[in-house]
T-cell receptor, first 114, second 114 residues
Framework: ETGVTQTPRHLVMGMTNKKSLKCEQH?????MYWYKQSAKKPLELMFV???????ENNSVPSRFSPECPNSSHLFLHLHTLQPEDSALYLC?????????????FGSGTQLSVL | ELKVEQNPLFLSMQEGKNYTIYCNYS?????LYWYRQDPGKSLESLFV?????AVKQEGRLMASLDTKARLSTLHITAAVHDLSATYFC??????????????FGSGTRLSIRP
């Protein structure tokens, strides 16, 4: 248990659906991240939030919409996705300026887009 | 463009042997990380290397960093089956900013056979 909880663990959705991924961290960290892990590419950084403010949007299509209401919660809202968006979506958190700033990852949401 | 390159990408080795995984990166960074991922699981932090010449060891794994050469190595000593996993190196680009931007290599899939 890393202290970062993601739900759901698995999600199957159609291209016209709207769904949301949820991440919660219990570590008191001040930064949260979304990464995408697909079979054919390295882990891709999608979004970074620092003290609830988005500091990085790594050219992610607008069909992915992040939300960070507070430093413990992070959402990824999904709409009109494409089959190539099927992947494992990993949430992570870290403590900035507090030491080594290593990432603590959740277990991920395995997303399948039909 | 930042590149984080690992080699080899796949490694099959016998128990009891030694081997090294290499991680080259193309831009200045003051933090390098090694992570482990077991099949179907999330990523687990192994090492954080914060300075040139840093060396860290945990059990049969030892990581080192040469910031001048932009090279890190993960050395496996007397491999055992339990070390079979995918190993990722990651580089933090946020030298002067307040937020982490951690970019991952493609991973090295390590398989250790009896």
């Amino acid at each position: 248990e890393t202290g970062v909880t993601q739900t759901p663990r698995h999600l199957v959705m159609g291209m016209t659906n709207k769904k949301s991924l949820k991440c919660e961290q219990h570590l008191g960290h001040n930064a949260m991240y979304w990464y995408k892990q697909s079979a054919k590419k390295p882990l891709e950084l999608m979004f970074v939030y620092n003290f609830k403010e988005q500091t990085e949007n790594n050219s992610v299509p607008s069909r992915f919409s992040p939300e960070c209401p507070n430093s413990s919660h992070l959402f990824l809202h999904l709409h009109t996705l494409q089959p190539e968006d099927s992947a494992l979506y990993l949430c992570a958190s870290s403590q900035l300026k507090g030491g080594d700033e290593k990432l603590f990852f959740g277990s991920g949401t395995q997303l399948s887009v039909l | 463009e930042l590149k984080v390159e690992q080699n080899p990408l796949f490694l099959s080795m016998q128990e009891g042997k030694n081997y090294t995984i290499y991680c080259n990166y193309s831009t200045t960074s003051d933090r390098l990380y090694w992570y482990r991922q077991d099949p179907g699981k999330s990523l687990e932090s192994l090492f954080v290397l914060l300075s040139n010449g840093a060396v860290k060891q945990e059990g049969r794994l030892m990581a080192s960093l040469d910031t001048k050469a932009r090279l890190s190595t993960l050395h496996i000593t007397a491999a055992v089956h339990d070390l079979s996993a995918t190993y990722f190196c990651a580089v933090d680009l946020s030298l002067y900013s307040s937020a982490s931007k951690i970019i991952f290599g493609s991973g090295t899939r390590l398989s250790i056979r009896p």
